[in-house]
């Protein structure tokens, strides 16, 4: 069974860092890109970021570009998303996908981002 | 940037049809999937590749894409369709972009 499972979230201050982990078990990771979405509280969902299976390959949406660090350790079965320069607008609840291009049907539950003072 | 556009909503009687649609000038070249969220819980994935449909999804949700447009279609739709429905498509670099959502009322 595909599992993955978000972890790191929390509450910052505006200008600080936090660090999100994704554990996915149940497939052959370094097999699959990987991705983040966001949603803000009452919004949408939003992409933020991707990266291949080999960790070549990394992409970012413009407003989270130079603060935002996708990685991923595939010894672990576990990609990170580094967040640095925490902004009021990036809280949100932020959940790890498998596919990076295209998303497939295997999401995480979610982990809420709190940025506030 | 590349847009997805979607009614902010959608109202359909019981039993009844709905049709949600999501326009986009790259949708003619890549595929739509769609995404159903109920309240508090992560989206599911309803359908892929504009009209496939994972096997644990009802026959009564189905995909359909012309042009520039895709669309969402619910048959005979239930209280348990009431949700927020996610297109989305990739852009021009590959990356995902999500239209605005929708969100479904039955009643």
């Known amino acids: 069974e595909v599992q993955l499972l978000e972890s790191g979230g929390g509450l910052v201050q505006p200008g600080g860092s936090l660090r999100l982990s994704c554990a996915a078990s149940g497939f052959t990771f370094n097999n699959y890109g990987m991705s983040w979405v966001r949603q803000a509280p009452g919004k949408g969902l939003e992409w933020v970021s991707s990266?291949?299976?080999?960790?070549?390959?990394?992409d970012y949406r413009d407003s989270v570009k130079g603060r935002f660090t996708i990685s991923r350790d595939n010894s672990q079965n576990t990609m990170h998303l580094q967040m640095d320069s925490l902004r009021v607008e990036d809280t949100a609840v932020y959940y790890c996908a498998r596919g990076a291009s295209w998303l497939d049907k295997y999401w995480g539950q979610g982990v809420l981002v709190t940025v506030s003072s | 940037s590349y847009e997805l556009t979607q009614p902010p909503s959608v109202s359909v009687s019981p039993g009844q049809t709905a049709r949600i649609t999501c326009s986009g000038d790259g949708l003619p070249k890549k595929y739509a999937y769609w995404y159903q969220q109920k309240s508090g819980q992560a989206p599911v994935l309803v359908i892929y590749?504009?009209?496939k449909r994972p096997s644990e999804i009802p026959e009564r949700l189905s995909g359909s894409s012309s042009g520039t447009m895709a669309t969402l279609t619910i048959s005979g739709a239930q209280m348990d369709d009431e949700a927020d429905y996610y297109c989305y498509s990739i852009d021009s670099s590959g990356n995902p972009v999500f239209g605005g959502g929708t969100k479904l009322t039955v009643l």
């Open positions: 590749e504009d009209t």
């Open positions: 990266i291949t299976g080999t960790g070549g390959r990394t």
